[in-house]
């Protein structure tokens, strides 16, 4: 398994070995958020096989001294991290370490190589997202002041009574339309009716005055016939 750049691989010239049972008591892998675990022990054991004896390095060495408060604290705190999905490094490199400053150097920067990207995207994608809230929190903050200008000028009680008055307005509105239609057709009908009655009274007008000039001719064709008669009979 590769864990480590191509440059520490040429550089160390060798292969990853399984770490021995004793690392996983002192080293565990270190994880960083939103990119690939890199465990730690397979470095510190890459760096310890480039010296003669692994024993030498005080990074995995048993020469380290605890005292009993420590041991019993680690021991407890083992337990608890175990539980714990996130894991930590446990001890870290002496001073008195003999590899050389260069080739931690060279180490480090073939480690952080396989994170720089992933945390320059993060760090892009993190400053995107505050500078969005910071947008928002703005808006948001225009927002609740004209709400609060808005109901120190305009009451929200007095707001919600006048709604209630223009209800019972619309419904006073809508029952005098209703009878506003109610009227207009009654007088509708009682124009009709008015209309027929005039125009029945001005036939029987029209046909009494028929009658009449009837009569009166009649009685002009009768007159001058009665009067012949009698002269004839003198």
Same mark, same amino acid.
């Given at each position: &398994?590769?864990?480590?750049?191509?440059?520490?691989?040429?550089?160390?010239?060798?292969?990853?070995?399984?770490?021995?049972?004793?690392?996983?008591?002192?080293?565990?892998?270190?994880?960083?958020?939103?990119?690939?675990?890199?465990?730690?022990?397979?470095?510190?054991?890459?760096?310890?096989?480039?010296?003669?004896?692994?024993?030498?390095?005080?990074?995995?060495?048993?020469?380290?001294?605890?005292?009993?408060?420590? &041991?019993?604290?680690?021991?407890?705190?083992?337990?608890?991290?175990?539980?714990?999905?996130?894991?930590?490094?446990?001890?870290?490199?002496?001073?008195?370490?003999?590899?050389?400053?260069?080739?931690?150097?060279?180490?480090?920067?073939?480690?952080?190589?396989?994170?720089?990207?992933? &945390?320059?995207?993060?760090?892009?994608?993190?400053?995107?997202?505050?500078?969005?809230?910071?947008?928002?929190?703005?808006?948001?903050?225009?927002?609740?002041?004209?709400?609060?200008?808005?109901?120190?000028?305009?009451?929200?009680?007095?707001?919600?009574?006048?709604?209630?008055?223009?209800?019972?307005?619309?419904?006073?509105?809508?029952?005098?339309?209703?009878?506003?239609?109610?009227?207009?057709?009654?007088?509708?009908?009682?124009?009709?009716?008015?209309?027929?009655?005039?125009?029945?009274?001005?036939?029987?007008?029209?046909?009494?005055?028929?009658?009449?000039?009837?009569?009166?001719?009649?009685?002009?064709?009768?007159?001058?016939?009665?009067?012949?008669?009698?002269?004839?009979?003198?």
């Amino acid at each position: &398994m590769n864990f480590i750049a191509d440059p520490i691989m040429d550089l160390l010239h060798i292969n990853i070995v399984q770490p021995d049972s004793r690392f996983n008591q002192r080293i565990k892998s270190v994880q960083i958020t939103g990119v690939t675990p890199v465990p730690a022990v397979a470095i510190c054991s890459k760096m310890c096989d480039i010296l003669s004896d692994t024993r030498q390095c005080p990074v995995i060495s048993e020469s380290d001294t605890y005292s009993k408060k420590e &041991m019993l604290a680690q021991a407890s705190n083992e337990e608890e991290k175990d539980k714990d999905s996130i894991p930590e490094v446990l001890c870290k490199p002496d001073s008195n370490c003999t590899v050389p400053v260069q080739l931690l150097q060279k180490l480090s920067t073939g480690v952080l190589s396989l994170y720089i990207d992933d &945390m320059k995207k993060s760090s892009s994608s993190l400053t995107e997202l505050i500078r969005n809230q910071n947008i928002v929190i703005e808006t948001l903050e225009q927002e609740n002041t004209r709400v609060f200008e808005a109901l120190k000028t305009y009451p929200l009680d007095e707001m919600v009574s006048f709604t209630q008055k223009i209800k019972l307005y619309h419904q006073k509105v809508l029952l005098l339309k209703k009878d506003m239609l109610a009227i207009h057709e009654r007088t509708s009908k009682l124009k009709k009716r008015a209309m027929k009655l005039q125009q029945q009274k001005q036939k029987e007008a029209l046909q009494k005055e028929l009658q009449r000039d009837r009569e009166i001719e009649r009685d002009k064709q009768l007159a001058p016939k009665i009067a012949t008669k009698s002269m004839l009979g003198k």
